[in-house]
């Protein structure tokens, strides 16, 4: 598999999420708007974030978001999602963003970011949890 830069691989497993970026997501050049790209990113890493906390998780802030190239209309993009730290309340997951043409194998980071999640209970309130356990 031909990559964008040298050296530069996707993440090891499976994405969070797999999506085709569409039409309605674009500016009139073709290009898909960053905004659509986040909440791509930020569904990812919530689908971790309630994954480890075992619950409903809020997120709090975005950092280090990082536009690296361009995602167009018809690539599909692929969302990966590592978690960094835990907290009593919180979690800190590294999320970055992978486009493919349609027809081609070659795939680039496109966007990178670190994202932060709080544990809420049923009154919207921080929640302490423990993470499971690692082999």
Same mark, same amino acid.
């Given at each position: 598999? #031909?990559?964008?830069?040298? %050296?530069?691989?996707?993440? !090891?497993?499976?994405?969070?999420?797999?999506?085709? +970026?569409?039409?309605?997501?674009? @500016?009139?050049? =073709?290009?898909? /708007?960053? %905004? *659509?790209?986040?909440?791509?990113?930020?569904?990812?890493?919530? @689908?971790?974030?309630?994954?480890? !906390? &075992?619950?409903?998780?809020?997120?709090?802030? +975005?950092?280090?978001?990082?536009?690296?190239?361009?995602?167009?209309? =018809?690539?599909?993009?692929?969302? $990966?999602?590592?978690?960094?730290?835990?907290?009593?309340?919180?979690?800190?997951? @590294?999320?970055?963003? *992978?486009?493919?043409?349609?027809? #081609?194998?070659?795939? $680039?980071?496109? #966007?990178? !970011?670190? /994202?932060? /999640?709080? !544990?809420?209970? +049923?009154? =919207?309130?921080? &929640?302490? /949890?423990?993470?499971?356990?690692?082999?």
């Amino acid at each position: 598999m #031909t990559q964008g830069v040298p %050296g530069e691989t996707p993440p !090891a497993g499976v994405p969070m999420i797999r999506t085709i +970026a569409m039409p309605a997501d674009s @500016n009139p050049d =073709g290009d898909i /708007f960053g %905004g *659509w790209l986040m909440s791509q990113m930020d569904l990812a890493a919530g @689908n971790l974030a309630a994954r480890v !906390a &075992r619950g409903r998780c809020v997120t709090v802030s +975005a950092d280090a978001m990082s536009f690296l190239r361009p995602v167009k209309i =018809g690539d599909e993009v692929s969302v $990966y999602c590592e978690l960094l730290s835990t907290g009593r309340t919180s979690l800190k997951i @590294n999320v970055e963003a *992978w486009r493919r043409r349609r027809n #081609t194998h070659e795939e $680039y980071r496109v #966007t990178k !970011a670190v /994202f932060t /999640f709080v !544990a809420i209970d +049923a009154e =919207g309130k921080p &929640r302490p /949890f423990s993470p499971p356990e690692t082999p």
